[in-house]
């Protein structure tokens, strides 16, 4: 079965700690994995994609086929980063919008 | 601008009346996604389309349609309300191949069925 877990509801962190949003998923084969964020009362939005490998606004997250796990992660939270994150799977056969969505993890950043 | 619009942005309506939540796209993108979005359950598939004429189930199908008769547009259907499905709703448009398409989403629909 594809699936995607996210194990934290909510993540707290001061301003300047490290953070990190845990996601695991299941899935045979070669998956393709993202990172969305929804600001308060914004749309969501693709953070960052593992296939492409880059930095967004300082998260990075790297695919662990072994662990099979695609954490987020920020050396030096923001109070800007406070959103909502949800790690999405591609499904198998699915163009990039048929996504399997995790449950969401809420980060507050506190100053 | 490209951008996925839903209207309305807020809806409140009564058990049964039937309803339709509009979502239309200008990136003439194939793929079209509903979404409900719960608190504790994240982003639930309703339905999706493939492209015009082109539409299955997601997830959570009941007590929903869709249609797909304009590549641009996929209105969301609820022939018949009721209050479990008070919820917000999102529309998700993207191209159906290619390595870096993203999914663009609209703004959102709260729906309160009472």
Redesign the interface.
Known sequence: AQRVT?PE?LLSVFKGAPVELKCNYSYSGSPELFW?VQYSR?????LL?H??RESIKGFTADLNKGETSFHLKKPFAQEEDSAMY?CALKRYG???????????TKLSVKP | EAQ?TQNPRYLITVTGKKLTVTCSQNMN?????W?RQDP??????IY?S?NVEVTDKGDVPEGYKVSRKEKRNFPLILESPSPNQTSLY?C????????????F????TRLTVV
């Open positions: 996210q509801k969305y914004q749309r969501l939005q693709l994609r296939i492409s949800y699915g163009s990039q919008g048929n996504l399997i969505f995790g449950k969401g | 996925v993108h194939e793929y079209m996604s979404y504790g359950l994240g982003l639930r598939q999706y493939m999102f998700a448009s993207s191209h159906g191949t290619g390595e870096n398409t993203e999914a989403f609209g703004q959102g």
